[in-house]
């Protein structure tokens, strides 16, 4: 990671809100030293980006794969004034910017996966893993993007599912500093428009770049499961399932495709 490039792409696009970039060449992982600098009393926006992560986490306990040039490992630390209960679109935020930030450098396939995967067709090609932690005064808030850049056999196989990197869609691949350049930029833009309208103006947003809307699905959320038709995301990015019960809102668990549809 050339820190230097780095901070000239962010000057470039004015970025001026974050206080501080930590760049590393290797470090156990982005969200963990995120939360190391929570622990230390920051106290306003700060970057980490590493090249590598020797202990990345994904979501559900999962490991993420992170060797140094095969993807960008990025965590945006937030104070938030609002309640948790409130940032629930956070989540799928931070999916749609890091989805306008590829989609603008040239990735056109890309699709959205309720709450904050970006596919290419059935491969993944960007995680998000947010965690919360709250002291006396703010929520604070790490935003830890894992995008796949530049991926060999060997890892394909290690991470064993499918999976897709940003650059074989571009003849020209962005940098690593760009590419955490511009999705930084999207975040910061998409969060202060969080923070002032919430989710809804995103809604239609979302909804039009979701690879799985008007398809069966089943969401799995520890043993339960729930079968139906999906509908998109509401106001509030609750996912919306179109149920033999009637439509339900559901704000946590992982969308498969259902059996029938697999069959199909
Ligand atoms: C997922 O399971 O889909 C979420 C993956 C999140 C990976 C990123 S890489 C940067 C940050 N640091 C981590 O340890 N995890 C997140």
Same mark, same amino acid.
């Given at each position: ?7 000239? #792409? ?11 970039? @930590? ?30 992560? +020797? ?11 992170? %060797? +140094? ?8 630390? #937030? ?19 890091? @989805? ?26 960007? &995680?998000?893993?947010?965690?919360? @932690?709250?002291?006396? !005064?703010?929520?604070? /808030?790490?935003?830890? !993007?894992? !995008?796949? #850049? ?6 394909? =196989?290690?991470?064993?599912?499918? =999976?897709?990197? /940003? +650059? ?49 699905? =089943?969401?799995?959320? &520890? ?6 038709? #999906? ?25 498969? %495709? +259902? ?6």
């Amino acid at each position: 990671m050339d820190r230097e490039r780095l901070l000239k #792409y962010l000057a470039d696009n004015s970025v001026e809100s974050v206080s501080e970039v @930590h760049t590393f060449s290797e470090i156990d992982s982005t969200n963990s030293e995120a939360k190391r600098l929570i622990n230390n009393g920051i106290e306003d926006i700060q970057l980490v980006v590493a090249d590598a992560q +020797s202990a990345g986490r994904g979501r559900r306990g999962r490991d993420w794969v992170s %060797p +140094s040039g095969c993807g960008l490992y990025l965590s945006l630390v #937030y104070p938030f004034s609002i309640e948790a209960d409130d940032l629930q679109g956070l989540s799928l935020i931070a999916a749609l910017s890091a @989805h306008a930030a590829i989609r603008n450098l040239g990735v056109e396939t890309l699709q959205l996966k309720w709450p904050n995967d970006l596919l290419v067709g059935n491969k993944k090609l960007s &995680g998000i893993l947010l965690e919360l @932690h709250n002291d006396s !005064i703010q929520t604070w /808030v790490i935003i830890g !993007i894992g !995008i796949n #850049y530049k991926l060999t056999d060997d890892q394909r =196989v290690l991470i064993g599912r499918p =999976v897709a990197g /940003v +650059s074989e869609f571009l003849s020209e691949p962005p940098s690593i500093e760009q590419l955490a350049a511009v999705v930084t930029v999207e975040l910061l833009r998409n969060i202060g428009e969080f923070i002032s309208s919430g989710f809804s103006t995103f809604q239609s947003e979302w909804n039009s770049n979701d690879g799985y809307l008007e398809r069966d699905i =089943v969401i799995k959320k &520890g043993n339960s499961r729930k079968i139906g038709l #999906y509908k998109g995301v509401d106001e509030n990015g609750s996912l919306l399932l179109q149920t033999a019960d009637g439509l339900q809102r559901i704000s946590g668990g992982e969308i498969f %495709p +259902s059996v029938c549809e697999t069959r199909g």
